[in-house]
């Protein structure tokens, strides 16, 4: 997708919000989007998600798209399970398909009991999932989020983390924002910082931060242990059984806490650091 | 488009907020409706009653999802056809409406002109009628589409101005909705049946461009 000259102002006569956006957006990449309160960032990924239209210029080769807004109101007459297979077939996805995909990433986030009660009895991070479940459940090839994270629990913060993870490995695209900086720390190709109406790419950022890789190997058959430090990026290693975790390096003391002390604790092969890549050519 | 149509048919069945519309058409027609009236007199009426009605209806269907909801179905399929599956969506409700309005005049009226002296025969009366019911659905589709979200976005200006342009289009000279009552009331005098073939096809050009403004506006003013 790309942006080439984009504004977008509220009202007729209003300021420009953002303006002169020139911007490429890859497939298969992570993008972090930052800047102060009120500078656009939300703006900036509304016009990404295709909710608003550009005011000026143009937004070409959109592919598939899902959103998660920072808030999901409950005001909606349905169920969480109603709610999200009729929008899994507005994604375009058949109504069996749909349904199926609901109830999974219902039970991915730990709220499958939730499927039959009503969106205005959830609570707020309950209702939080159901939005976030919404942007996943049709595996968009661009995806969206606002500060998505907020309000999710720790557990469910790291299903959002590795579904990210798994979309961008896919070769889908996921842009976000989030207040967090070490929200999936290192793992970002690019990041946009708006100020004053521009966007423009950190220098030096894109998997600039140190990062350390762990291959580990548990028991078999056993899931990783819970209390993982938030945004650690966690992928299957060549060896049959093990897996291999690569998290901020400030993080790596907690991720190998984590590993050991679990019961029955998990076997380290071995700690590598990661160089911080520059640009990042695809 | 059939996703989005029937989750927003959902969407307004389950709010309950097609009931107080629904309930004042009710009062109408239970006012101005009576068993062995004359046939297209009653038509007139319940076609007339449908601009206001349908103006509402459009009103609910646009303005019944939380923003945050809308947004995630218009990243889904854009913001466009979101808006058009709500427009649609009380265009359909209304015309389900219409079309029992219909049977229902149809089946109490005297099929006799306004006189009671002139035969009117049923069927191509209900034919006129139906057509006069449905001009009337087009029209009260394009009130509702230009008067609210997303040209007008304020509750005090979009309501006031549903009212009054439905009351326009209903009493302005030309406008296929006065056009095509006039044309059953009138013809009820001397028995003729009217068909507004004219009216029909003009309100359909007009709910068009109207719906289509709204559409393409959509995206660009939340």
């Not at chain 1, 490995?169 to 290192?186: I, K, N, P, Q």
Request: glycine share 10%; net charge positive; with cysteine.
């Amino acid at each position: 997708m790309r942006l080439r000259g984009v504004g977008r102002r509220y009202g007729l006569g209003g300021p420009w919000i953002l303006r002169d956006v020139d911007l490429d957006v890859p497939a298969g990449a992570l993008l972090r989007v930052e800047g102060a309160n009120g500078s656009g960032k939300s703006t900036l990924l509304r016009l990404l998600a295709g909710v608003d239209a550009p005011g000026a210029g143009s937004i070409t080769g959109r592919p598939r798209t899902a959103y998660v807004p920072e808030r999901f109101p409950p005001a909606l007459p349905f169920t969480a399970l109603e709610y999200l297979t009729g929008l899994g077939r507005v994604h375009g996805l058949g109504r069996a398909a749909a349904r199926s995909a609901a109830r999974e990433w219902l039970d991915r986030f730990g709220i499958g009991e939730h499927t039959r009660t009503r969106l205005s009895e959830l609570s707020k991070g309950t209702s939080q999932k159901v939005a976030v479940a919404q942007g996943l459940l049709s595996n968009p090839e661009l995806l969206v989020l606002d500060e998505a994270w907020t309000g999710l629990d720790p557990a469910s913060r790291t299903v959002l983390d590795d579904a990210v993870t798994a979309r961008v490995a896919a070769g889908a695209t996921v842009v976000f924002v989030d207040h967090d900086t070490r929200r999936l720390a290192g793992a970002p190709d690019a990041v946009f910082r708006v100020a004053q109406g521009r966007v423009s790419p950190v220098a030096g950022t894109g998997r600039t931060e140190p990062r350390v890789r762990v291959e580990a190997e548990g028991p078999s058959g056993a899931e990783l242990p819970a209390g993982l430090p938030e945004g650690t990026v966690r992928e299957p290693a060549a060896a049959p059984g093990a897996v291999r975790l690569t998290v901020a390096a400030a993080s790596s003391d907690a991720l190998l806490r984590a590993l050991l002390t679990a019961r029955p604790p998990w076997h380290i092969r071995a700690v590598t650091t990661v160089a911080p890549e520059g640009e990042r050519s695809r | 488009m059939t996703a989005l149509l029937s989750y927003q048919t959902a969407l307004l069945l389950r709010s309950h907020r097609w009931l107080p519309p629904l309930l004042l058409y009710a009062a109408f027609m239970f006012i101005g409706v009576r068993t062995g009236q004359p046939i297209l007199d009653s038509f007139g009426y319940a076609a007339a009653a449908l601009v206001p009605v349908t103006a509402w209806l459009v009103r609910v269907c646009v303005t019944n999802e939380p923003e945050a909801a809308r947004d995630c179905a218009a990243a889904a399929a854009g913001p466009w056809r979101v808006h058009l599956s709500a427009v649609l969506t009380g265009l359909l409700a209304s015309t389900v409406v219409g079309v029992a309005a219909t049977a229902v005049v149809a089946a109490i009226s005297e099929p006799r002109s306004s006189d009671h002296q002139v035969d009117v025969p049923v069927g191509e009366a209900t034919a006129a009628g139906l057509v006069a019911v449905l001009t009337c659905v087009l029209l009260g589709t394009a009130v509702g589409a230009l008067c609210n979200r997303p040209l007008l976005r304020s509750t005090a200006w979009a309501v006031p101005a549903t009212v009054l342009a439905a009351f326009l289009v209903l009493f302005a000279e030309g406008s296929p909705a006065e056009a095509a009552v006039t044309g059953m009331v009138t013809g009820s005098l001397d028995g003729t049946v009217n068909m507004g073939v004219l009216p029909l096809a003009a309100a359909a050009v007009s709910a068009a461009v109207a719906v289509g403004v709204a559409c393409a506006v959509s995206g660009r003013r939340g």
